[in-house]
């Protein structure tokens, strides 16, 4: 027999595969892209699928996925054991692009399941917020006037929460121009993640 945590995700997860709340402003049919279970101790906290996520229905799948995966040391196996990890970003569908970059995540969609999803993963202990949209999202107040800023200051943030840069190859330049990310945060990153999934 289920218990409560599991029979609440599953409403939240069946609701949020039907919501259409902005299905007018997208530039395809909804397709919420999100995955977890209810003992999951990690919450990755992205912005939006793209193109090949939505066509997939697998978060991270795509090379921005191959740089998270790489930064956290996990292979594809351990990143997608939904018992150990969850992925909710801020934006469930696919938003668009305009000029080859994606379009931000629809401001309708975080407040609405956010809060919802949390609620439902009452074991995690650490949640990965990846990129300014979702950064801007949980700070709010807290985050500073820049992502480099706010990464920086990683250490203010924890043991809740750990910022990170989107790992898209848009930033390589800003990974060159930050050394100090790869020497300080990516073991910081490592560190606290195989520590948490080790309690389960």
């Not at 939006?48 to 921005?64: C, F, K, Y």
């Not at 990890?85 to 801020?90: E, K, Q, R």
């Not at 390589?172 to 606290?192: C, D, G, Q, T, Y």
Request: net charge positive; hydrophobic share 40%; aromatic share 8%.
């Amino acid at each position: 027999m289920a218990n409560l945590p599991d029979l609440q995700l599953r409403r939240v997860s069946r609701e949020a595969r039907a919501c259409r709340l902005c299905e007018k402003a997208l530039p395809v049919d909804p397709r919420p892209v999100f995955r977890g279970e209810a003992g999951a101790r990690v919450l990755i906290v992205g912005q939006a699928p793209g193109r090949r996520v939505h066509e997939t229905g697998l978060p991270w799948n795509d090379p921005s996925g191959d740089v998270l995966r790489e930064w956290l040391a996990l292979d594809r196996d351990a990143f997608y054991d939904a018992s150990r990890i969850a992925i909710v970003p801020v934006g469930l569908c696919y938003p668009g692009t305009v000029d080859g970059a994606d379009l931000p995540p629809r401001p309708e969609c975080a407040p609405r399941w956010q809060p919802r999803f949390r609620a439902a993963l009452p074991q995690v202990r650490l949640t990965l917020l990846v990129g300014s949209y979702s950064q801007k999202y949980h700070l709010g107040k807290r985050r500073k006037a820049t992502l480099t800023e706010t990464v920086r200051a990683f250490r203010e943030y924890l043991p809740e929460f750990l910022v990170l840069p989107h790992p898209s190859w848009r930033n390589k330049a800003w990974m060159k121009r930050n050394p100090w990310f790869a020497k300080l945060v990516i073991p910081e990153l490592r560190s606290r993640v195989k520590a948490v999934l080790r309690t389960v």
